[in-house]
């Protein structure tokens, strides 16, 4: 995934705690742009750091900048906007970078599914293979004291756990479940899931392993002028 426009950067003062930023341009303005991003941000938010943000053409936006990207000051780069996960995830599928989802006749997004009024971020279809249901997780969280080391999640998420229990039953109903986690953070090497931030999380994400859902991490690239998922990495359960 190219950016285009290119980004432009600046430097975080303050991210508020839900969908919003402030920054300072080069030129020593401030702005408010918009933050895709609901989560905790452990790490990714820190005053100072060196962020890359786009800027939309629809000029009905009341903030029509958002921050894509964060530079830390120990040199990694974070990919914060979490609604790039799931392109991400679609073009790396469609191109054959997860070669566990290869195969398949149709790809479909945000397909209305399960008994919990869910929706299901990716699935594939085929004549040939029992249909996939893939659930996309961006995971941005580094444990600094423990080299490579990544969780998911970064906060409480009652969200999660029901899209867990919707991939348990699936697979118990006879289909093909997959939660794939886009590695969006360049220092993370391999991924765990977070029990001492949300225990409840990773019971069920143990459970729904054990029933049959997969499990997929795939690491991206990360650039100010591209993003792309490139290779997998390993998760320890």
């Known amino acids: 995934m190219k950016f285009q426009p290119q980004l432009q950067p600046a430097v975080l003062i303050k991210r508020y705690k839900r969908f919003l930023a402030d920054i300072r341009l080069p030129d020593n303005e401030e702005i408010t742009i918009h933050c895709a991003n609901t989560g905790a941000m452990t790490g990714c938010a820190s005053t100072g750091d060196t962020i890359w943000y786009s800027t939309s053409s629809n000029t009905k936006r009341k903030y029509p900048h958002s921050w894509e990207l964060t530079q830390t000051n120990q040199g ?13 995830a679609v073009e790396a ?50 444990d600094e004291a423990h080299q490579g080391q990544g969780y998911f999640p970064d906060a409480v998420t009652t969200r999660g756990q029901k899209h867990l229990r919707e991939l348990t039953k699936m697979v118990q109903n006879g289909y093909r479940a997959v939660l794939l986690f886009t590695v969006l953070h360049s220092g993370i090497e391999k991924v765990s899931p977070a029990h001492h931030i949300d225990p409840q999380y990773s019971k069920l994400l143990k459970n729904a ?18 993003v792309k998922l490139v290779k997998p990495i390993r998760f320890i359960g």
């Open 209 to 226: 392993q054990e029933q049959g859902v997969e499990i997929l991490c795939y690491a991206a690239q990360l650039s100010n002028t591209e």
């Open 76 to 88: 990694d780069t974070i990919c914060v906007n979490t609604a790039r996960a799931n392109q991400l």
């Open 93 to 142: 599928i469609e191109t054959g970078i997860v070669r566990e989802l290869t195969g398949y006749e149709q790809l479909k997004t945000e397909v209305r599914y399960g008994d919990e009024n869910s929706r299901i971020d990716i699935l594939l279809t085929s004549s040939k293979h029992p249909s996939c249901y893939i659930e996309v997780k961006s995971v941005t969280l580094l």
